[in-house]
């Protein structure tokens, strides 16, 4: 996922602070999308996702005044957004590990055949079945992983927006790292060929449960990861298996509800 946090300066902030319409609509259009992306992998509905994604811009575009630049911009929003993310993660149930391996085992079917027509299924369906695991995590581990993983960002910085010392930081995202590890490795086909399940296996269950959905495919092919995760690390194969998904695109233009909802663009 990209962080394009970092490519707004505070020369913006200072005029989207002062009321500049271009200068606030830069600043979300840079935001939008990031925040959305965390937004999803925490909450997997994309609702959910899109409304904590829009009370987030809210809360920063509003407090635009209160950001002194004692410290960078991208790390001040992004606390400001986790913050609002994890409060919409306490309203979701939580799921265990156990749970999803039960779930995974009633709905395999042994006989399925794997077919090439049925390839951009596979990957829909890879692609939520690898968010939803995330749900397994508590909220501390899985934004850890997010953060640290999927943004790729240092522990120094993930720790500054969680508030943590960055020994804490990487001590979650280390057991966070390994819990995924150990389930996929057990578990997933795409990640250990020898495993129980694979995406045709799951994919009649899926289209009855609604859990297969339009998403961005990324380029490379169920089987091509596959091969590329058999060279890896077990512990290196789950940071590839996550970062192998495309970021995701808000269908809400932010910037216009914002706009009507507060009048600050112009």
């Known amino acids: 996922m990209t962080n394009t946090f970092s490519d707004v300066t505070h020369e913006q902030v200072a005029q989207a602070a002062e009321g500049d319409a271009r200068a606030v609509e830069s600043i979300v259009r840079a935001l939008e999308r990031p925040i959305y992306n965390v937004a999803l992998r925490m909450l997997l509905d994309r609702q959910d996702a899109e409304d904590a994604t829009q009370e987030s ?21 992004w606390s400001i957004a986790v913050r609002r993310i994890l409060d919409f993660r306490q309203r979701r149930a939580h799921t265990s590990f156990e749970a999803f391996a039960e779930d995974l085992a009633e709905g395999r079917d042994e006989h399925a055949v794997e077919r090439t027509e049925d390839a951009i299924l596979h990957q829909q369906l890879k692609l939520r079945c690898g968010r939803a695991l995330l749900q397994c995590l508590d909220a501390d581990h899985r934004i850890a992983f997010v953060l640290g993983e999927l943004l790729e960002l240092p522990s120094n910085d ?9 020994a804490a930081f990487r001590k979650r995202l280390s057991r966070a790292r390994t819990a995924l590890s150990d389930f996929l490795n057990k578990q997933c086909g795409v990640v250990n060929p020898s495993a129980p399940c694979a995406c045709h296996r799951r994919l009649g269950r899926a289209l009855e449960k609604g859990r297969v959905e339009p998403a961005e ?19 290196r194969r789950v940071t590839a298996f996550y970062r192998s998904e495309p970021a995701s695109t808000n269908r ?15």
Do not use: C, K, N, Y
Not at 59 to 73: K, N, P, V, Y
Not at 217 to 235: H, N
């Open 57 to 77: 811009l809210i809360r920063i575009m509003t407090r635009l005044a209160q950001f002194r630049g004692e410290s960078r911009f991208s790390t001040w929003a």
């Open 158 to 166: 993930a720790a500054e927006i969680l508030d943590i010392e960055p």
């Open 217 to 235: 495919l990324p380029d490379e092919s169920l089987p091509a990861l596959r091969a590329r995760l058999s060279t890896l690390s077990e512990l």
């Open 252 to 266: 809400t233009d932010f910037v216009a509800t914002l706009r009507s909802m507060l009048g600050s663009l112009h």
